[in-house]
């Protein structure tokens, strides 16, 4: 079986990181991506997916303080379901990315931080 996920998108909002009870870093990343589709009358027309991509450990900690809502990243993972009950008793479930690796793609000059744009010259 093969469980691999490829996506590129924009941050939608700011990194939310938290940490687990056993003090384990996890972030979650709300993640647009644009697709391409070829309607019948032969017109493109651009949709818009957007998915939770969930980052564990140092990894999720480099995420929360270098991304920010805009961040243009890849992530690879593997699709995962989460499942629970709402307080309205209403089963709740969602497909995430459980990510494995990150790319930030943002281009940043030598010596300033991601929350600095490069200058076009």
Same mark, same amino acid.
């Given at each position: 079986?093969?469980?691999?996920?490829?996506?590129?998108?924009?941050?939608?909002?700011?990194?939310?990181?938290?940490?687990?009870?056993?003090?384990?870093?996890? *972030?979650?990343l709300r993640l647009a991506?644009?697709?391409?589709?070829?309607?019948?009358?032969?017109?493109?027309?651009?949709?818009?997916?957007?998915?939770?991509?969930?980052?564990?450990?140092?990894?999720?900690?480099? *995420?929360?303080?270098?991304?920010k809502k805009g961040s243009?990243?890849?992530?690879?993972?593997?699709?995962?379901?989460?499942?629970?009950?709402?307080?309205?008793?209403?089963?709740?479930?969602?497909?995430?990315?459980?990510?494995?690796?990150?790319?930030?793609?943002?281009?940043?000059?030598?010596?300033?931080?991601?929350?600095e744009p490069e200058q076009?010259?």
């Amino acid at each position: 079986m093969l469980n691999k996920t490829l996506l590129i998108g924009n941050l939608t909002k700011d990194p939310e990181l938290k940490y687990t009870p056993q003090g384990t870093a996890v *972030c979650n990343l709300r993640l647009a991506s644009n697709i391409l589709i070829k309607r019948k009358d032969g017109q493109d027309k651009e949709e818009v997916v957007f998915i939770t991509a969930t980052v564990w450990g140092k990894r999720a900690e480099n *995420c929360a303080n270098q991304l920010k809502k805009g961040s243009h990243i890849f992530v690879e993972g593997r699709l995962q379901t989460r499942s629970w009950e709402a307080q309205d008793g209403k089963k709740m479930s969602v497909i995430e990315i459980h990510v494995e690796n990150i790319q930030f793609l943002d281009r940043v000059k030598e010596g300033t931080s991601p929350e600095e744009p490069e200058q076009e010259d």
